[in-house]
């Protein structure tokens, strides 16, 4: 079992930049591939980006292609996400998971971190 803790949510205006952080504890973060999905009011969970067990392999959603990177940090245990060019319709609570298959569907991840907001102001 793993267990997951995002950081680097906030407030920024339309045209900026957060990095999101996710520090996994517990069991090898290494054996998981890790993605980030977002979740806006009213609306369902929907994948943003993921990344496979040894950084080799990257995926994104459409909508933040050349705008988002997602990359992992073996030595401190953590996945990190950033966001450039940030739009309105960016704004949603960010969650990372993992688990041991990478993934664009939310539902074949087993381990969730509580969220961090992002609200990106026009």
């Known amino acids: 079992q793993v267990q997951l803790v995002e950081s680097g949510g906030g407030l920024v205006q339309a045209g900026g930049s957060l990095r999101l952080s996710c520090a996994a504890s517990g069991r090898s973060f290494s054996r998981y591939d890790m993605g980030w999905f977002r979740q806006a009011p009213g609306k369902e969970r929907e994948f943003v980006a993921a990344i496979n067990r040894s950084g080799g392999s990257t995926y994104y959603a459409d909508f933040v292609k050349a705008r988002f990177t997602i990359s992992r940090d073996a030595a401190k245990n953590t996945v990190y996400l950033q966001m450039t060019s940030l739009k309105p319709e960016d704004t949603a609570v960010y969650y990372c998971?993992?688990?041991?298959?990478?993934?664009?569907?939310?539902?074949?991840?087993?381990?969730w971190g509580q969220g961090t907001q992002v609200t990106v102001s026009s």
């Open positions: 998971a993992a688990d041991s298959y990478v993934d664009t569907t939310a539902k074949k991840y087993n381990y």
